[in-house]
Every structure is written in C-alpha cells, then in structure tokens.
C-alpha cells in the first residue's frame, strides 16, 4: 500500500497536534492558554528532535523571532532561508558600541529537508479549518526581509518518517480577530532533516575577521545563558572591546 502522509489528512488545526490549540484569549481563557504554553515549554527541554547534534540549535522553536526568506522546494527536496534575529542584535549591539553606522546583511541559517514526499503552506479559518494559502518568497539578495517572522515548529515522527509543522506570522497572509493571530503553518513530510549556519560566515564577509572573532565569542558566552539585546551590548563592551560601561 502506498504511503500517504498523516499531514494530507490534516482538515483542521487541531489534526496538527495538541499544541495548536484554536482558543481565543479571553480573560476566562488565560488559565487554559498558560496551561498550553507551559506544556510547550515542558516537552521543548525534553523532546529528543530527530536531528543531528550540529542541527539541534535551529529546531524546536529555537528559531523564534527570526524571519523566513524563501521557501524552494525541488523535487523530494526542500530549502528554507531564514534571518537569524539572534545574530542581527549581536551586529545592531556590536556597531552600537562602537558608535559607527553599518548596513545589516543577510545572516541565514539553512533549513534542509530530504526525501519530501507531502510539504505544503496552509492558514486556519476563523472556524479552524486549514485552508491552503500561499507564504511569499523573498527574491533572494544581500539584505533581509522582515515579511515573515517565524514563531514556532515541532516535530512527529509517524511509520518511520519524519513530520515537521510550523507556524509563520506573514504580512498579507496572517489573520488577526481581536484577541488573537491566525498564523499560517508550513506542512512538510520527509525522511531527513538538517540545517547549516551560514551566520559567521556572512558576519566575517560583511565586516571582517575581528567581528566575526567575537561573534565566536558571544555565540559560545551565551549558549547556556538567557541573552538579550543589552546582554549581548555589555559582553562585547567590556568583554571583548575592553570598554568601560556608559
């Protein structure tokens, strides 16, 4: 018997697991939404994802807030682009620093998808049921794009093949009710998943190898620390330049 996917079957948006919950947030609700969210949180630190060790720091909704660039799917393979957010502050606290303008380069991380047998693009209705829509590609090119921001993914693993979901917030395609934002979700069924990082590479051509010395170095300061954009601004003023605090 041929093999069809489990994603094919997916009518409405609860078929894609229980963490597409389609609550409306109400004051009543915030109880049942914090529930969800906390379980989300739980089986993130303890999922197994079916990846590589050099591959598990851009799955699992660890892509957060960054931005999808293109989507390219050619034959059983499929390619997505994405502006990691992460890197960009290190490059807006790095030249903040320094007081010196620059001019924000593409900083991608590769997702590859092999063996794809079902992939596609799909946005719940206000009833939710999954209606078939299409995410932009963004031609590609030197600068990012901030039309699509990626909000979260997770993996099933069915007859021996893996299913990857996620959810993307794209201007023009998402639909907002007063209380919540109905993202779109990109649907892909496949035999192996990987991704490569490209973000040094592009920092070090951009703006040289002293930049990307300390890219190396903050990337590695907090990968078992919580980061943000001032966080990373005081490790690379007084840890790396030297500098004293404003």
């Not at 047998?117 to 999954?130: H, K």
Request: proline content about 3%.
């Amino acid at each position: 018997m041929a093999y069809r996917s489990l994603l094919e079957d997916a009518k409405r948006i609860e078929d894609l697991g229980e963490f597409c919950h389609n609550i409306e947030w109400t004051e009543e609700n915030e109880s049942k939404i914090n529930e969800y969210d906390q379980k989300w949180l739980d089986r993130l630190k303890a999922d197994k994802l079916p990846v590589d060790d050099c591959s598990r720091n851009f799955f699992g909704s660890r892509l957060h807030d960054s931005y999808v660039q293109s989507i390219d799917r050619a034959g059983d393979n499929l390619e997505i682009t994405i502006h990691n957010d992460y890197a960009e502050e290190f490059v807006k606290a790095y030249f903040r620093v320094q007081g010196k303008e620059f001019v924000m380069p593409l900083l991608p991380i590769c997702m590859s998808f092999e063996g794809v047998c079902y992939s596609t693009t799909c946005i719940q209705d206000l009833d939710g049921y999954l209606q078939t829509c299409d995410i932009p590609n963004v031609p590609r090119q030197e600068m990012p794009s901030y039309t699509s921001r990626f909000v979260v993914d997770w993996f099933h693993e069915v007859d021996g093949r893996i299913q990857w979901i996620a959810e993307i917030d794209a201007v023009g395609v998402t639909a907002r009710s007063k209380n919540r934002a109905y993202y779109s979700h990109l649907l892909v069924d496949c035999s192996k998943v990987s991704a490569v990082d490209g973000r040094g590479k592009a920092i070090e051509k951009a703006f040289g190898r002293d930049c990307y010395e300390v890219w190396v170095a903050c990337k590695e300061h907090f990968s078992t620390r919580s980061w943000g954009c001032y966080l990373i601004e005081d490790f690379i003023r007084e840890r790396q330049l030297g500098l004293p605090k404003p």
